[in-house]
Nanobody
């Protein structure tokens, strides 16, 4: 499984970005997907997750109401729409996929995921 994240960049506070993560190698609809971020000097943190069908999503409290995760299984892609961005959203954003763990709920820990993209950098200026 290969994951390719894109869409990061520099944006002013209050602006928007949409991250994309394209997957290849297996049947995409079998993956539970997640977005994480890592700011300098901090641990990788959960941002948002989505179930295989896209029917259920979960967000970190810090992004709830501002970020939206979605997926298009026909395009093998998961998205993270980020609105009302704040300087504290500055980080490298990673997409992740789980193929092996049993169950159907959204996964929130980095250790739950066994495939990772390369990361895309988001910088929000004040």
């Amino acid at each position: 499984v290969q994951l390719q994240a894109s869409g990061g960049g520099l944006v002013q506070a209050g602006g928007s970005l949409r991250l994309s993560c394209a997957a290849s190698g297996r049947t995409f609809s079998n993956y539970r997907m997640g977005w994480f971020r890592q700011a300098p000097g901090k641990e990788r943190a959960f941002v948002a997750g989505i179930t295989r069908s896209g029917g259920s999503t979960l967000y970190a409290d810090s992004v709830k109401g501002r970020f939206t995760i979605s997926r298009d299984n026909a395009k093998n892609t998961v998205y993270l729409q980020m609105d009302s961005l704040r300087p504290e959203d500055t980080a490298v954003y990673y997409c992740a996929a789980d193929l092996a763990r049993p169950g159907t709920q959204v996964l929130v820990k980095p250790t739950h995921y066994n495939y990772w993209g390369q990361g895309t950098e988001v910088t929000v200026s004040s």
